[in-house]
Structure formats: structure tokens, C-alpha cells
């Protein structure tokens, strides 16, 4: 799958990643439209954030697949979120 990764200041490359695979409550979200907000603007301008974070943690989508034991979510779900930290595409989002 498709990624901005930032690689340091003022350098984003979007390149290819692994697409990961939901574990146990969690849900895997095919991704249709994501934002560059000025969290990432700051990152880009002054290396706050660290090498291999994935830009755009604002996103709208759909669910894709869904892990062991997740009852509230199912396949083609629409929904909204966003990272409460800096992501680099291993720790869970908020939906």
C-alpha cells in the first residue's frame, strides 16, 4: 500500500508499505481521503517528528477487515479518525 513517509526535514518519500493485517480488536481501514494538517506541515518544516512516520494521520475511509473478537465494526463501515501520536503505520489509529 501507498504511504508518505517522512525521512527527515523537509523530505517525505511516498513509497510502498506493507499492508498490515488487523490483529485481535482491531480493524484494518482502506483509506480514501487523508489530510495534511498543520501538525504535518510543522513536521515537514522543522523535524519534529520522527524518520519513518507516516504523514496524513487525518483520513476517512472504509473498513477493509476486521480482527478476532471486533463486534461494533464490520467490512465497508465508513468511518473517520485520526493518530493521537505520531504515527509510523505500527500503532493503532482513532476512529
Request: glycine share 14%; proline share 9%; net charge negative.
Given at each position: ?17 506493507p499492508k498490515p493485517e488487523p490483529g ?9 481521503q487523508s489530510a495534511i494538517c498543520g ?19 487525518e483520513f476517512a475511509g472504509v473498513i ?32
Amino acid at each position: 500500500m501507498k504511504a508518505a513517509v517522512y525521512r527527515s526535514k523537509q523530505l517525505f518519500e511516498v513509497t510502498d508499505i506493507p499492508k498490515p493485517e488487523p490483529g485481535p480488536g482491531e480493524v484494518l481501514i482502506k483509506v480514501n481521503q487523508s489530510a495534511i494538517c498543520g501538525t504535518d506541515v510543522h513536521a515537514f518544516m522543522y523535524d519534529i517528528a520522527p524518520p519513518g512516520s507516516v504523514l496524513g494521520h487525518e483520513f476517512a475511509g472504509v473498513i477493509a477487515a476486521t480482527g478476532k473478537g471486533v463486534t461494533s465494526w464490520k467490512e465497508g463501515d465508513r468511518v473517520i479518525g485520526g493518530g493521537g501520536e505520531w504515527p509510523t503505520g505500527k500503532e493503532p489509529p482513532t476512529i
